[in-house]
């Protein structure tokens, strides 16, 4: 079955730790994305990435790193950088970034918490 | 600044019909999203409006005015799995997906 997996679902690290999520999608998608979502409030976009090697920051990217070497793949590094960590994220990906194409699939997401 | 509000909290009646309203202020627009989001899980795919009007896929149907900035969705014949969150996202003139916080959707018996 085609779709996108993050893993691990629940993920418990330390302060001052680098910790990285994992994503990947069978969907052959070009577009991918990470979302920080929490609660009361929408979805906030960290980075996005429209073709392989090559991505853009979004709204909220201090803190947080990725890579994009393969299309199938996006992982997302949590550094001791970002001051508020604990969260639950959200991988997605679309066809096209935009239109109809544009709707977002997404994984079961990855909930961080840092103690 | 771009903003997407909806009602936090709605609680309706199983069997029952109910309107989740949304309204955008986006730098551009190009469609209207809607996700439903079960409690811990992850944003499924409902509905998808660019043009103004209603689009209806068997008991939900979402409606858009540009004009507006305004959309709903709209759920007959509630069901107690229809209990989860509603997410409404517009697509800005960058093609960023804008989300809203969400609305909690509480049906009781």
């Known amino acids: 079955d085609g779709g996108i997996t993050q893993s691990p679902k629940y993920l418990f690290r330390k302060e001052g730790q680098n910790v990285t999520l994992s994503c990947e999608q069978n969907?052959?998608?070009?577009?991918m994305y990470w979302y920080r979502q929490d609660p009361g409030q929408g979805l906030r976009l960290i980075y996005y990435?429209?073709?392989?090697?090559?991505?853009q920051k979004g709204d909220i990217a201090e803190g947080y790193s990725v890579s994009r070497e393969k299309k199938e793949s996006f992982p997302l590094t949590v550094t001791s950088a970002q001051k508020n960590p604990t969260a639950f994220y959200l991988c997605a990906s679309s066809i096209q970034p935009d239109g109809p194409r544009a709707e977002a699939f997404f994984g079961q997401g990855t909930r961080l918490t840092v103690v | 600044g771009q903003n997407i509000d909806q009602p936090t909290e709605m609680t309706a009646t199983e069997g029952a019909i109910v309107q989740i309203n949304c309204t955008y202020q986006?730098?551009?627009?190009?469609?209207l999203f809607w996700y439903q989001q079960h409690a811990g899980e992850a944003p499924t795919f409902l509905s998808y409006?660019?043009l103004d009007g209603l689009e209806e896929k068997g008991r939900f149907s979402s409606f858009l005015s540009r004009s507006k900035g305004y959309s709903y969705l709209l759920l007959k014949e509630l069901q107690m799995k229809d209990s989860a969150s509603y997410l409404c996202a517009a697509l800005d003139s960058n093609y960023q997906l804008i989300w809203g916080a969400g609305t909690k959707l509480i049906i009781k018996p």
């Open positions: 409006n660019v």
């Open positions: 990435s429209q073709i392989v090697n090559d991505f």
């Open positions: 986006t730098s551009g627009f190009n469609g």
């Open positions: 969907l052959n998608h070009d577009a």
